[in-house]
Every structure is written in C-alpha cells, then in structure tokens.
C-alpha cells in the first residue's frame, strides 16, 4: 500500500533520469530531421525515457533499500512494464499508427555561409521538437509536485500519463509537418497520444492494469 507520507525519493530519482535522456534526445532531434535512417537512435532515445517513466510508477512506495535489493532482472522487468493509467492506453503492435498520412521530407533550405555544400535540409522537425518540449515540461512539474510528500497516486498518475502522450505524439509525428499535424481530428490525435509503439530500440513493452493505492 502507498504511504503518501513517504517521500517518494525514486520516484523522484527516476523522474530526473528520464529528463537527462529526454534532454539528450531533445539535442539530437534539434539537430537533424528524423528520417528512415534516424529511428533506430531515436527510438532507442525515447525508448530510454519510457522505461524511466515506468519505474517511476513502480517504484512509488519502494524505499531506497528495497530498490537496491532488487535483481538485475527484477529492474529490467519493471523498465518494460508500462502502467495502464488511462482507459485507452494501448500498446501497438507495429511501431506507427497506419493511415495518417504520408511522411514528409524536411524543406530544403539554401546555406550561403557553408561554402561546402549549397543546399541543406533545415535541421530538426518543429512538430517533433514541440512535443518533446511539452513532455519535458510536463516531468519538470511532476518532479516538483513529488517534492510533496502528499502527492497522491491518482496526481503521480495524471503527471505521468501527460508525459506519455507527448511522447508518443512525439514519435507518431516525428515526420509530419505542421499542416498534417493541424488537420488531424481531435480524436485521432488523441488515439495517437495513447498509442505506445509495443516495441521501439531494443525493448519490447507490455502493459499491466493499474490499482491505484497499491504498490
């Protein structure tokens, strides 16, 4: 049972762990547009944010000791073990939600300062950049709001799924432009905030149900 007493210290550990590989994966996604050749290092990138925010949530009513007698195997079954916290949180089978429409190529912008090569593709896709910053917003505010040794589990779960959805946004319209991503229905883009790719990098998720008050 959760002590909301309890400072919830890694909770709070893996939180900061998820923004320091968010942030890196905010750089590299700001450098370049992610293309065909660019998901496997990107996948793995968010792949490593993901698994910080599911410890988050199984590790709420853990002590520091608890953690640490944990095996290898034990930590590594929780990183892939996504919490259900909203009823339409699902795990895709395929890596991409079909039918959206095709993918764009970044627009081609001329460099006159580069001397070396006279066209460039603008770096980083805007649509991307823009979820992932919400995202990290999102964890700056839960990371605050876990400072307070009231946070509940319904708060902690409502902080996390926040920055679920940003993330999978983040990755359905990685390639997308501006105008794709304006016309969507209100729906869709709710489908795609709840689609968690069931494998992205080197994981393989699973989804377990979620009772909120028990460890």
Known sequence: ????????????????????HLDGLLREVRARWVDEDEDISIAIGLGHVLEHLNCAWHYR?????????????????????????????NLLEGQDVEGQGA???????????????????????????????????????LRSQVAAVNLDDRALAAGLAEAYGHLNLAWHLRRKSSAQVASLATSTREMLASSIPRTIGTLDFRLTETKFGEA
């Open 1 to 20: 049972m959760s002590d909301p007493d309890m400072p919830r210290v890694e909770t709070s550990f893996q939180l900061n762990e998820a923004r320091v």
């Open 61 to 89: 009513a853990k002590s520091v000791e608890e953690v640490s007698a944990e095996s290898h195997e034990e930590f590594e079954a929780q990183c892939c073990l996504v919490p259900h916290l909203t009823s339409g949180l």
């Open 103 to 141: 993918y764009v190529t970044p627009t081609k912008a001329r460099w006159w300062y580069r001397p070396w090569t006279w066209w460039a593709h603008a770096p980083g896709n805007p649509v991307m950049i823009a979820e992932l910053e919400k995202a990290q917003l999102a964890l700056k505010k």
